[in-house]
């Protein structure tokens, strides 16, 4: 199994990036996904989550209204649109996968998630 985040970058304040989540070796479908964030000296923390059954959608309160989170089963890649980009939303973000069907529901934590891609940098500054 393999989850492969990419599409990160360096934006100014405002901007937007679009990160990609594909994934190989499982069925997206049984799967819900999330996306954390991990910035310099602090602890990773759930950024958003899709659950696989619904689409139910699941943002932390500081990217409401900001971020979107999408997935595309077909094509085996979950997506997390990023708009007004903040100086604190820099960070390495990552993908998570979990078989858990209240993984999304429960809160996503970290130590709950089974499957993790390597990151991608996000970089936000004037």
């Known amino acids: 199994v393999q989850l492969q985040a990419s599409g990160g970058g360096r934006v100014q304040p405002g901007r937007s990036l679009r990160l990609s989540c594909t994934v190989s070796g499982l069925t997206l479908d049984y799967y819900d996904i999330a996306w954390f964030r991990q910035a310099p000296g602090k602890e990773r923390e759930g950024v958003s989550c899709i659950a696989r059954s619904d689409g139910e959608t699941y943002y932390a309160d500081s990217v409401k209204g900001r971020f979107r989170i999408s997935r595309d089963n077909a094509k085996k890649t979950a997506y997390l649109q990023m708009n007004n980009l903040k100086p604190e939303d820099t960070a390495v973000y990552y993908c998570?996968?979990?078989?858990?069907?209240?993984?999304?529901?429960?809160?996503?934590?970290?130590?709950?998630?089974?499957?993790w891609g390597r990151g991608t940098l996000v970089t936000v500054s004037s």
């Open positions: 998570a996968a979990d078989r858990d069907s209240l993984y999304c529901l429960s809160g996503y934590r970290p130590v709950q998630s089974h499957y």
